[in-house]
């Protein structure tokens, strides 16, 4: 059980911004009026009593309530597209495998640049709309650790916003690299663990209705490395985009509902929130070649 207090992640948001002020990248001005900020939230009645009780939930399940949304709510993690199709651009047409594919959002884009095309996910709900989307590949229900693809079957392998849901990046890895053929590139994208530590977590509801984050394992930039390099993974690219800041904006007038924590808690605190994020990357995006060829 997760106890989500909107205080926790407020005076988080505060401190991280107090923090760079600390280090010279604000004023007196910002600083005072961060103390002062600090004072109203934690005076303020409607955020003390304001805490909820979050389960957490796996994978398959998550992703069952998630699924007939997925496509159509926003998602901020979606911004991972322009940097892995830059680099699948780059990449000549052969067999490539869309691990954990969810709706079929990227295997959509190696059947239209021409790649025979296999898509695996451990969800039937995020594989249901995966055949409606994309009814040319070949979609199989698996598991990151155990993927139902023959041993150097794929020139590619592309792994999107999933690894956070994995506590341990190596079985995976190995399975990335049991499956390329031997000169075949992996890109893999997810939210950087940066974001991760800031609270970024799917937020989905159980059957009954009670909110639920699905799993979000914080992996640093060098957990990736050393899951990688033993295996023969050599880092071709690596990515960090950083999403523009965020407009000047007066505080919002409340928490806004759970499904919308953090975000909308952030949007309490505007400017602390905008100084805490300053330059902080929203994803991490890497490519990998297997050596051999």
Do not use: K
């Not at 401190?15 to 009026?33: I, N």
């Not at 190995?174 to 499956?179: C, D, G, L, P, Q």
Request: charged share 25%.
């Amino acid at each position: 059980m997760i106890h989500e207090h909107p205080l926790a992640y407020l005076l988080g948001v505060e401190g991280a911004a107090l923090l760079r002020a600390f280090t010279g990248g604000h004023d007196r001005a910002f600083v005072d009026a961060r103390l002062a900020e600090v004072r109203r939230l934690l005076d303020d009645p409607d955020l003390a009593d304001a805490a909820v009780d979050v389960d957490r939930v796996d994978p398959v399940a998550g992703y069952r309530s998630w699924a007939a949304t997925y496509d159509t709510a926003p998602n901020t993690a979606f911004a991972d597209t322009p940097v892995v199709d830059a680099v699948l651009d780059t990449l000549p047409a052969g067999t490539a495998l869309d691990a954990a594919c969810g709706t079929g959002r990227h295997t959509a884009g190696l059947v239209a640049r021409g790649h025979r095309t296999i898509g695996v996910d451990a969800s039937p709900d995020m594989l249901d709309r995966a055949r409606r989307r994309v009814p040319e590949a070949d979609l199989r229900r698996g598991d990151l650790h155990r993927l139902p693809v023959a041993d150097a079957a794929a020139d590619l392998v592309v792994c999107a916003l999933a690894l956070t849901h994995v506590p341990d990046l190596a079985p995976v890895f190995a399975e990335f690299a049991r499956v390329l053929r031997p000169g075949g590139h992996l890109v893999l994208s997810d939210v950087h663990p940066e974001r991760v530590a800031r609270g970024s977590a799917p937020a989905v509801r159980d059957g009954a209705g009670r909110p639920a984050r699905l799993p979000a394992h914080l992996h640093r930039t060098g957990d990736y490395l050393r899951a990688a390099l033993p295996l023969g993974l050599r880092p071709l690219r690596c990515e960090e985009p950083v999403p523009p800041p965020a407009a000047p904006a007066a505080p919002a007038a409340g928490p806004g509902p759970w499904d919308a924590w953090p975000w909308s808690l952030a949007a309490l605190v505007p400017e602390a929130a905008r100084a805490a994020d300053h330059g902080v990357p929203a994803m991490l995006v890497w490519q990998f070649r297997l050596a051999g060829a």
